[in-house]
């Protein structure tokens, strides 16, 4: 430890637990010297309805704060929810539309292939008729 805390070790040796438990119990004992700040109640008034309104106050001013932080919350969260909703709807459009394309791409494939094997036949009938004639 340095000693910008108040206290000075040249080094903190964790292999010597007698030491360490030692070095606590003096740093304790130092805090407990320290004067601390207690507040006085008064025994005559004893507990004020004032000091209880005040603390009501503030749990109420804390829930507040909290009810605020989950409502920016859910309102975050409800736009995302939003964002990701709509993200899913174009996907689901694109690979409908990508789809739709990929079955006009294998008709027109296949609408090629029967063009080429009915000019095949047809050069065939061509070829044979040649054939005989010569």
Do not use: C
Not at 20 to 38: G, H, N, T, Y
Not at 56 to 62: G, M, N, P
Not at 64 to 81: G, H, T
Not at 90 to 107: D, I
Request: hydrophobic share 40%; no cysteine; aromatic share 2%.
């Amino acid at each position: 430890m340095t000693e910008s805390n108040g206290h000075h070790y040249d080094h903190l040796n964790l292999n010597n637990t007698e030491a360490v438990i030692e070095d606590i119990r003096a740093l304790a004992a130092s805090q407990l010297k320290s004067p601390a700040v207690i507040e006085r109640v008064d025994d005559e008034t004893g507990f004020e309805q004032k000091s209880h309104d005040l603390m009501l106050a503030s749990v109420d001013k804390i829930t507040q704060a909290w009810i605020e932080e989950l409502v920016s919350l859910r309102d975050n969260s409800k736009v995302i929810e939003q964002m990701v909703v709509e993200q899913a709807a174009k996907v689901k459009t694109e690979m409908t539309r990508l789809h739709l394309l990929g079955v006009q791409a294998m008709r027109e494939a296949q609408r090629g292939q029967e063009v080429v094997q009915q000019l095949g036949r047809e050069l065939d009938a061509m070829m044979a008729g040649q054939a005989q004639a010569a």
